[in-house]
């Protein structure tokens, strides 16, 4: 049994729109500190902190949103969900967790 195609794609481009909202954000956040939460920050050091933090988060945001876009453009070539290493379909529990694996169980490991 494999996953529905569709059912993916709606879910990736859920996830898309979440990451893509979540990087703006984060950009706003980093661009514009002073509508943040100042009167918490002790000092300084504590706002550069946080930035790298936010660059950090935002680094993650893009290597998710770069994920999902490889797994759309994945359903688009008919390669959706098969695994990386052994071209095995990767088990469907898993796409429904992760819908942007790209390895099956045994080679995610
Ligand atoms: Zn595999």
Redesign the pocket.
């Known amino acids: 049994m494999s996953i529905d195609l569709n059912t993916a794609k709606q879910e990736l481009l859920k996830l898309k729109e979440e990451y893509e909202t979540r990087i703006d954000k984060i950009k706003d956040h980093i661009q514009n500190p002073q509508d943040d939460l100042n009167e918490h920050w002790e000092d300084q050091a504590i706002a550069y902190r946080q930035n790298d933090m936010r660059t950090n988060l935002m680094g993650e945001a893009r290597q998710s949103l770069m994920y999902v876009e490889n797994a759309l453009s994945r359903i688009e070539n008919g390669t959706y969900g098969e695994?990386e290493?052994?071209g095995?379909h990767i088990e469907v529990q898993r796409l429904q967790a992760l819908p942007y694996a790209t390895?099956?169980m045994?080679?995610a490991e």
């Open positions: 695994c290493v052994c095995e390895l099956c045994k080679h």
